[in-house]
């Protein structure tokens, strides 16, 4: 064994140097052989008896062992860590993976190289023939500082420089070329090439040219183990990871695309570098025919795929990269690789998530529509994973017709019914990200729909070319019902029992207390399919009460039935559905609702959005119309859904009845609630004391009106005088300053004391207080307030003084 002793002259290494040129260095330094210098490092020891002759590892440049590092640093004075830092084994796992045990470079991963290097010229000479450990990387080639093309060969013997160690028995010079000529019978013949590299013809780029910036992207990359440029820039990975991916690319473009297609994305200088640059000998012929297989084995070849790979991963907008991707796809899938969503997976190991992400972007094209919200690839796209579990809870959060200000939004002007969009809508928001099948998705919301007319809508809507903003808007939907808890559950509304939703008799009684016409069995029937898809999302024609005959024209007027209630009748209707959720024990969750209507912020939809319709203008449109959303749409320019939508929320406001309607309609008493609210009578009746008759004179109906209320509120009615005899209510010097001094009537102060005026009148009799003439302000106060409620039931001005006691006799009806 060779005893290791100190170099008795030492020199430093070159930041960055490799390990075989500092060793070359120091041989010429002193003047020793090649041979010598490794020998008295421990690097070439004798063999044992079973191999005569010298021993040396061939990839020492590429590992050291432990010993053998310490063996140079104990000869050199250098530290261990800078030993080391000399070998390829200081880019391990960030440009290049090495198997430490058999001390080799993985070829086929990162690019790797194992022999041989490409320089610049330029640089040997600024250094004295010192070589850069970087340029024996499969991802140099360009020098950032000279702005040229790295060489690839000894343009002296035609090799790649480097492939072979340095002959042991020469004398090294740095700077020239070390490959030793094919053997010869010549003992003279020199043993090595000997060609001064630093005059070496080399492509010369401009400033900022591509090559030389995607070069220095890739050197800070692998400097600082990690990419935030382009596609990672909101998503940094680690170096290898990206390198994994960039090659993956690069790859395909110098695989699948032409000189033409190369032409559009290379420039000129680098192309026709790329062109004219053949590998002269067998092996790196092997690589330039697979150069995605291993690192292709000229400069030109590999600046030409990476510059074309920049233009995916080094953009910052996934749709661009997605674009510059798409190409490459398109030529793949018209060849012999199928590029699939599943074959995407099989362009490199090591790639991650940024180019999984791109591949699914550019792919999204030419999938199916329901793929495409498999894949989200309109937004995030990501291959399929959501679970079951996620999936069922899900569907819980959603209606099997999609909500109607959603819907509506979502919906083209043309094309396709809503009745028929929003289930498929639902149904579409249940697909996003998961692997259902198209009938699974459907039966889960209730089979509202099914996969045949899933398939079908969603193709119209993608060949519509409204797609990517409604496919948007379904993601960023199912994100949101995903990442939150809602307050319904959809799924338990599917199955409750809706039979004793809205009885007959109930229908009757609101019919009479907001003055409709009941309109027989078929009305009721479909005030009850309205209700019933309020409640549980689904379509009116899954309701109970749906009839089998005559559909579509029930369907039509189901449809129109929000277009014209009156604002009573909708809000005794919202009033019954609360009941009815309450009833089946839901007292928390709200009748209808819906997710908020932000989410859709920012995208270009084809349906109309319902907060931009002037309501006051579409009442002016749609009062007095017996079907009004159609002409309506049409004069606004809108969807017919937008305005049956925004009437079902503000509905027409009732026209003033004149007194003959009244009469004939029987609305005396519904006119009188209006007016005389059950919080309101109880205020005056209970808390003010005032009197029946004072109340009925006060709003001008009939005292009969106003008992009839009484009794419909539960308020049970005073006899005449009993507050007053039970409590000595009047003072007489109160009464007298009042009545004289004030000079208010007999009538106003009976209505302040809740009491009649004739208990008034006798009060003031027996005190002695002298009595005005009849007549004067307190009947004038009658017939004003006469007047004002002739006014709310649209009476004429002439009827307003006439007594309006002759109209209470239809108010029982």
Request: net charge positive; aromatic share 6%; proline share 7%.
């Amino acid at each position: 064994m060779t005893t290791l002793r100190t170099l008795p002259i030492r020199m430093a290494p070159l930041p960055g140097e490799s390990l075989d040129s500092w060793l070359e260095a120091l041989a010429h330094r002193t003047q020793t052989s090649y041979g010598d210098v490794l020998s008295s490092l421990g690097l070439l020891t004798r063999a044992g008896d079973e191999a005569p002759g010298w021993t040396r590892p061939r990839d020492w440049t590429i590992a050291l062992s432990e010993r053998e590092a310490a063996g140079i640093a104990f000869a050199t004075g250098l530290d261990d860590q800078r030993v080391h830092a000399m070998t390829l084994a200081h880019f391990d796992g960030r440009a290049l993976l090495i198997d430490r045990a058999k001390r080799q470079v993985n070829r086929h991963r990162l690019w790797g190289r194992g022999t041989g290097s490409r320089y610049c010229p330029d640089c040997l000479a600024e250094s004295a023939g010192r070589w850069k450990l970087e340029w024996r990387l499969g991802w140099s080639f360009a020098c950032t500082h000279h702005s040229l093309l790295l060489v690839d060969t000894c343009q002296g013997c035609g090799r790649l420089t480097r492939r072979r160690p340095f002959s042991r028995r020469s004398l090294p010079i740095p700077g020239h070329c070390g490959t030793r000529p094919p053997r010869t019978a010549d003992p003279d013949a020199p043993r090595e090439c000997d060609q001064d590299l630093t005059q070496a013809e080399a492509l010369r780029l401009p400033t900022g040219h591509p090559a030389i910036e995607a070069q220095r992207l890739i050197t800070n990359m692998i400097e600082t183990d990690r990419a935030e440029f382009g596609q990672y820039y909101r998503h940094p990975q680690p170096s290898a990871v990206a390198l994994s991916e960039l090659r993956a690319v690069a790859s395909r473009m110098l695989t699948h695309l032409g000189a033409d297609d190369l032409a559009a994305r290379v420039p000129a200088d680098i192309l026709n570098a790329h062109i004219t640059s053949q590998p002269s000998n067998e092996p790196e012929r092997r690589e330039a025919s697979r150069p995605g297989f291993m690192a292709p084995p000229t400069s030109a070849m590999t600046a030409a795929a990476v510059i074309a790979a920049m233009q995916v991963l080094g953009v910052a907008q996934l749709s661009s990269a997605a674009h510059a991707l798409r190409t490459v796809i398109g030529k793949s899938r018209n060849g012999s690789e199928k590029t699939t969503t599943t074959t995407i997976r099989g362009w490199g190991r090591g790639t991650g998530t940024v180019l999984r992400t791109i591949q699914l972007a550019a792919l999204g094209p030419l999938l199916r529509p329901s793929d495409q919200l498999r894949y989200q690839t309109v937004a995030l796209p990501s291959p399929p994973s959501v679970t079951a579990r996620q999936v069922s809870r899900r569907s819980n959060k959603l209606p099997a017709a999609l909500w109607p200000s959603w819907a509506v939004r979502l919906s083209p002007s043309s094309g396709a019914y809503q009745r028929i969009l929003a289930p498929v809508l639902a149904a579409g928001v249940l697909l996003v990200g998961t692997k259902l099948e198209l009938d699974a998705a459907a039966s889960m919301l209730g089979s509202a729909s099914d996969g045949k007319s899933l398939s079908r809508v969603l193709q119209m809507l993608h060949d519509r070319q409204c797609w990517e903003p409604v496919a948007t808007a379904l993601i960023r939907l199912a994100h949101y019902l995903d990442e939150n808890d809602i307050p319904i559950d959809y799924q338990r509304r599917r199955t409750l029992d809706y039979s004793n939703l809205l009885p007959a008799k109930q229908w009757v009684e609101i019919c009479r207390q907001t003055g409709h016409s009941p309109g027989g069995g078929r009305r009721a029937r479909i005030a009850r399919c309205v209700l019933f898809s309020q409640i549980s999302g689904m379509p009116v024609n899954h309701a109970p009460d749906f009839p089998t005959a005559d559909v579509y024209s029930f369907r039509s007027e189901a449809e129109r039935f929000t277009e014209v209630w009156s604002p009573q009748l909708a809000d005794a209707l919202k009033q019954v559905a609360r009941d009815f959720v309450s009833g089946c024990g839901l007292r928390s969750e709200p009748v209808v609702w819906w997710p908020p209507l932000g989410l859709l912020d920012g995208l270009e939809l084809p349906g109309t959005d319902p907060s931009t319709i002037d309501i006051d203008r579409l009442h002016e449109l749609t009062g007095g119309r017996r079907y009004p959303a159609g002409s309506a749409a049409q004069t606004l320019g809108v969807s017919i859904e937008a305005v049956r939508l925004v009437l079902e929320e503000h509905p027409i406001p009732a026209a003033p009845l004149t007194a003959a309607q009244a009469r004939a309609l029987g609305q005396v008493r519904h006119a009188a609630r209006q007016v005389l609210t059950e919080e309101e009578f109880r205020r005056r009746y209970l808390d003010e004391h005032q009197s029946a008759r004072t109340i009925a004179l006060d709003i001008g109906v009939s005292k009969a009106t106003v008992t009839r209320l009484a009794a419909e509120y539960g308020i049970e009615l005073r006899k005449v005088g009993r507050y007053f005899k039970h409590h000595n209510a009047i003072d007489p010097d109160w009464l007298y300053e009042q009545y004289v001094t004030r000079r208010r009537t007999l009538a106003d102060i009976a209505r302040e004391k809740g009491t009649s005026t004739n208990y008034i009148t006798r009060r003031a009799h027996d005190l002695g207080i002298p009595l005005r003439p009849s007549g004067g302000a307190s009947t004038r106060k009658a017939m004003d307030s006469k007047a004002d409620f002739a006014g709310y039931l649209g009476l004429s001005s002439e009827l307003a003084g006439q007594p309006l006691g002759g109209l209470s006799g239809t108010s029982g009806k």
